[in-house]
């Protein structure tokens, strides 16, 4: 079921929204060679606890960070750890904050120093294609105007939409219905009405669109081992529109 919020509902979610904003432009500030992901998840857990709120993600399923971080060829769910970050790597940190009833879910991913003009192609298109699906964040619309207008951008540039994993409704829970692929056909799905809060999260891969999952039990890796990028906001469907909830 769909959770539709009232306007002071919405109001909440601004709120977990930046905090959750707040914490993710953190960690890409300290997306530097010689960091490791697990001195970011620290920072970020801090962050976001000096708030008086918690880590949406920490404990989840239990999971053992506060942030998902992914380097090169892990999509999502990387776990912080040790592993120092390489110049040139490309590094995706997936962030939420649950602060007075509400979560915030956002993601970017981030150059450590000089990356090549592959990966910044990746990065660049991926960033895009969220903000194709955002634009069709509208009362009347269907979800999956949404899903087609990222997986046709993203295709068009020969790249591949990684299908086993998929945005959501987003609330007083981390994922609510409905499901968001970042592919499907235009004019399809559930009508999107003003209330909906959704999270918009395209992972899109350089190569191949399948992947697989390390024996950790969460990382996320391309099958072919190329490049893969993911970047999501939290949005409102208001009746003016799409309204990103994950801003500073
Ligand atoms: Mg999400």
């Excluded at 999952?213 to 072919?224: F, H, I």
Aim: charged share 20%; net charge negative; hydrophobic share 40%.
């Amino acid at each position: 079921m769909v959770v539709l919020k009232n306007s002071s509902e919405v109001r909440g979610m601004i709120a977990a929204g930046k905090l959750s904003a707040q914490a993710l432009k953190l960690a890409g500030e300290m997306v530097e060679p010689g960091v490791t992901t697990s001195e970011i998840d620290r920072e970020v857990r801090k962050f976001i606890q000096s708030h008086g709120a918690e880590p949406s993600f920490l404990g989840y399923g239990g999971f053992t960070g506060s942030a998902c971080i992914s380097i090169n060829e892990q999509v999502i769910h990387g776990i912080p750890g040790p592993r120092k970050i390489q110049e040139g790597d490309i590094v995706s940190v997936d962030v939420g904050a649950f602060f007075k009833g509400f979560h915030g879910d956002n993601a970017a991913t981030f150059g450590a120093g000089r990356v090549s003009p592959e990966a910044q192609a990746l990065m660049d298109a991926t960033r895009e294609s969220l903000y194709k699906g955002i634009a069709m964040a509208k009362p009347g619309n269907r979800l999956g105007d949404i899903s087609h207008a990222i997986q046709s951008y993203v295709e068009a540039l020969g790249y591949g939409v990684v299908r086993e994993y998929v945005g959501h409704g987003v609330g007083r829970k981390l994922h609510e219905s409905p499901e968001v692929p970042n592919y499907g056909k235009a004019g399809h799905g559930v009508r999107l009405l003003p209330g909906m809060t959704i999270a918009i999260e395209p992972m899109i891969n350089q190569g191949t669109a399948n992947v697989r999952q390390l024996p950790d039990g969460w990382t996320v890796v391309t099958a072919d081992g190329k490049l893969s990028a993911h970047f999501e906001h939290t949005i409102a469907i208001t009746d003016q529109g799409p309204l990103i909830l994950t801003q500073c």
